[in-house]
């Protein structure tokens, strides 16, 4: 009402208004979520979130993601058992971006590596 | 010109063009990276990307941004001292996001927490 660049607007969701409120999403609605394993502190993967996605994880104890491919929540490890149980989340400085501290079952990568960036090292110059 | 959903084009960039041709931006062309302490494992914050924001990241050292706020380049520490040297680079298993294990000199946020993460911890519920 009283800005030109209106903020994206939250959606309906069951995430606490607190949270909700101070969350800033990408103009898809998505926020990126880093998941780390909270022992090791291995980086496991990155995933997005919506704020149904973050209520989700902050709820069940299970990672819930938005798939962009699939346009749908994705439950880490429904289908390939490959669950990752919340040990605790945080938003960055900016509220722009959750650190979701899991354990995770076996693999979180889908080709089988225990991380998604295991295979993909980028060769550094001088 | 064979499909009708073109791919966002990789801009101008002195980033290896193989590299460059696996990568996968967003809209905006930007992707996410995530910077971790090499040693500790902690993950230190989210920043965005283009391709020669990697391109400076992989040959000169030092991690370096894009910063949507600024629209600019923003080689972390160039202001704050808080300078991240680059030990090693990957790219995840969908291309489309980058993890960079850094050496953090002091804090990594702006606040002058360690992480961007330290203050923001979320609670869970059961």
């Known amino acids: 009402m009283t800005s030109g660049s209106a903020p994206?607007?939250?959606p309906a969701s069951g995430l606490d208004p607190e949270i909700a409120a101070r969350?800033?999403?990408g103009a898809d609605g998505l926020f990126p979520a880093i998941?780390?394993?909270?022992?090791t502190g291995e980086v496991l993967m990155l995933g997005w979130m919506d704020d149904e996605a973050l209520h989700r994880t902050l709820t069940t104890g299970r990672c819930t993601y938005w798939s962009r491919s699939r346009q749908e929540?994705?439950?880490k490890g429904d289908t390939s058992g490959h669950v990752q149980?919340?040990?605790?989340v945080a938003l960055d400085c900016d509220d722009d971006t959750v650190l979701?501290?899991?354990d995770q079952v076996g693999a979180a990568c889908h080709t089988g590596d225990r991380t998604c960036f295991d295979a993909g090292t980028l060769p550094l110059a001088q």
């Not at 998941?35 to 022992?39: I, N, P, R, T, V």
């Not at 149980?85 to 605790?88: E, I, T, Y």
Request: charged content about 25%.
């Open 8 to 10: 994206v607007p939250p």
């Open 23 to 25: 969350l800033k999403r």
């Open 35 to 39: 998941a780390q394993q909270y022992d």
């Open 73 to 75: 929540y994705w439950v």
């Open 85 to 88: 149980h919340v040990k605790s």
């Open 100 to 102: 979701v501290r899991v």
